[in-house]
Each structure stands twice: as structure tokens, then as C-alpha cells.
């Protein structure tokens, strides 16, 4: 994602400069594409059976998967080059709307309590429908609320580049994304359903929590690092690329779940007892 350096954007034309940076903003269009797709993917997938539609809506989770991959990129690519715009950061902002917000909650909809009404069709899928529309606009709009959040703690000199306040948009996006990807047929009976919106709920409340999340922005890749390193990076593709199904699914909920863990052996541990003030007799 891209940061923002206001003074440097200040000149002759105004506020903003003409044109464009070409190649960060490449990216991002990357990753607006594959939200594109993952959305007509869904709306294709809830036209077919079970057999046949979990392969289209295991392409929608693919699509998500890969722009969150794009969406790692833009910002790097973008501090790497000195490219960085506030023209950037709101396209950023407004493509994760799309391809973080509104296609995962599409998906999290048409994959996890559509099936169950074609199936039963009786009352109370009808309240698990509406309650189905609640709870995956509640994950959009919190996404969105989220991002406004981030623009504006971008912007303040003392921001954390260590730290996100609240579960990134993306990561939130990718734990549906996974989770589809892993199980893959959609949602068949009414309990798993109902499962299935509280932890899209769960994620909404995340994204606008106060729950910290490391941020890997400050990690940078031209600094010397050891051997081990790129060995280990190089399992992880290969394993991913042999197990994408558990091993996707398994970073994602480690990453989620690392927020709350954090929080709770923060309290948990005890704490220095604050120095006593040494009065002169």
C-alpha cells in the first residue's frame, strides 16, 4: 500500500502533479483485476450445482489470493523506487474497497448461506438469508471503515510502520479467500452456515478494532540478511505451491489469530513494578 509524502507532491501545478508513477500503480490495477474476477466468478458459480460450482468459486478465492499478493507489492514497489503519491494511495484505497471488500463479501454470501436456502427453502433459511446479508455488508463496510482509518494515521508524522491498528482489509479478505479455497464445495446444511457468519463477523470487528498486527512495511529487502532466510522462503513457495489448500489457510489464520494472542500475553504478563521516588531526609 502506498504511503503518502504530502511536501514532495507541492510545486508549480498544485497540489498534485500531472501524471501518474506507471509502475506501482501496475500493480494495483493487477489486483483490481483479479477482484474483478472473483466477482463474476461468484455470480457465475451460484448459476451451477455443487459439483460444478466449486471449481468456479475456488477460482473467485484464487483471484482474491493473488491480488493480495499484488496488493503486498504495489506499496513495496512504490517505496523501492521513490514513487510514492498521496494520487496512489487513494487509488490503493479505493481498488481494496473492490477487490478486499465487496468481492469477498460476494463470495462469503453466494458460498456460505445462498446454497442452504436452494436446498431447504423454509423459514428459517430465510432469516439465515437476511441475516446472511447483515453480516457480509458488516464485513464490507468495516473493511471500508478501515481503510479510511489507515489513510489517516498515514498521514500523522508519529504513525507506527511497525504495527497496523485493526486486522488489515487484505488479511481479512484472505481468510474467506482461504477458507473457500481449502474446503471448496459451498456451505450445505444451516449450522455450518450460521458458523460461517460469526467468523465473518469476527473479522469485521477485527478490522475495526484496536487489536495491533505486525506490519512487515519496515522489513526492508535490500539490507544484508542471513542464508537461512532464503532457504526458508523457499520452502514456504514450495510448500505452498505442493499444499496451497492447508498451507494457505493456515498463514492466514496464524496471521489473524496473532492480534488477539499478542493483546491477551501482553495482559497476562506481568509488568515491572514502576521505581519508587527516593526523597532526601
Known sequence: METAEPNSKQGKTGPFRRGIYILPSLFTVGSLVCGYIAILATLKATGMDREQGRFVFDLAAKAIGWAVLFDGFDGRIARLTNSSSDFGREFDSLADVITFGVAPAFLAFAWGVRPVEEIFGNQWVEYLRNTGWVVTFAFLICGAARLARFNVDTGKPSSDRKHFVG?????????????????????????????????????????????????????????????????????????????????LLAIALTYVSSGPVSKFISRIRPHPPAPQEVHAS
Open 167 to 247: 486486522l488489515p482489509i487484505p488479511a481479512g479478505a484472505g481468510v474467506i479467500a482461504a477458507l473457500v479455497h481449502c474446503i471448496k464445495w459451498s456451505v450445505p446444511d444451516w449450522p455450518w452456515s450460521l458458523l460461517w457468519l460469526v467468523i465473518v463477523g469476527v473479522l469485521g470487528f477485527l478490522m475495526v478494532s484496536k487489536v495491533r498486527y505486525p506490519s512487515f512495511k519496515a522489513f526492508d529487502l535490500r539490507r544484508r540478511r542471513p542464508y537461512v532466510a532464503i532457504i526458508l522462503i523457499g520452502i514456504v513457495i514450495y510448500a505452498i505451491w505442493t499444499y496451497s489448500e492447508p498451507v
